[in-house]
């Protein structure tokens, strides 16, 4: 059986959606909630569903209780889900405490309405953003350092030229 973790990353209300679809994602797995906050009502409409409280908001592994901690080690998750509304790269503090705590974990971004992307591939498209972004730039510096001199040069030069 899979154990995915399921980090409490959006409204509280919104985390019953997450959990629906995930089952129907991931039938026959445990779900383990890791929720920053002690407002866990919702989850108890689930009755096959544990939670995992840290004690801090944001999520951040220096201020969470170290026995607390080692029991997250200690599950041996499968899978790692972040629920977030499209806006992936506010969540590196979860991306981190992911890659730290829950190391074998395959990572997941759950986008609403039932939506499941693969961390890779964003990380991998990420890349490829920035490598345009360095190519932009170093081309922008070519324009700046060497095509405006000349420009101007020429400019002056046919100026000079010119008024002879």
């Known amino acids: 059986m899979r154990k995915i973790a399921i980090f409490k990353t959006i409204r509280i209300t919104s985390m019953g959606n997450v959990i629906n679809e995930t089952k129907k994602k991931f039938p026959n797995s445990d779900i383990i909630i890791i929720s920053p906050s002690k407002n866990s009502k919702i989850y108890s409409l689930f009755d096959d569903v544990k939670v995992i409280h840290l004690d ?15 029991q997250i ?25 992911t890659n730290n705590f829950l190391s074998k974990s395959e990572i997941f971004y759950y986008i609403f309405p039932d939506s499941f992307i693969n961390y890779n591939d964003i990380k991998k498209n990420n ?12 081309s922008s510096l070519f324009f700046l350092f060497v095509m405006i001199p000349i420009l101007i040069g020429k400019s002056l030069f046919n100026l000079i030229w010119k008024s002879r």
Do not use: Q, R, W
Not at 56 to 70: A, F, G, R, V, Y
């Open 127 to 138: 890349t490829f953003l920035y490598l345009i972004n360095m190519i932009s730039f170093v």
């Open 56 to 70: 801090c908001e944001p999520i951040n592994p220096k201020k969470t209780d170290k026995n607390i901690l080692s």
């Open 73 to 97: 080690c200690d599950e041996s998750f499968d899978l790692a889900i972040i629920p977030t509304e499209g806006n992936f790269h506010t969540y590196d503090n979860v991306i981190n405490f």
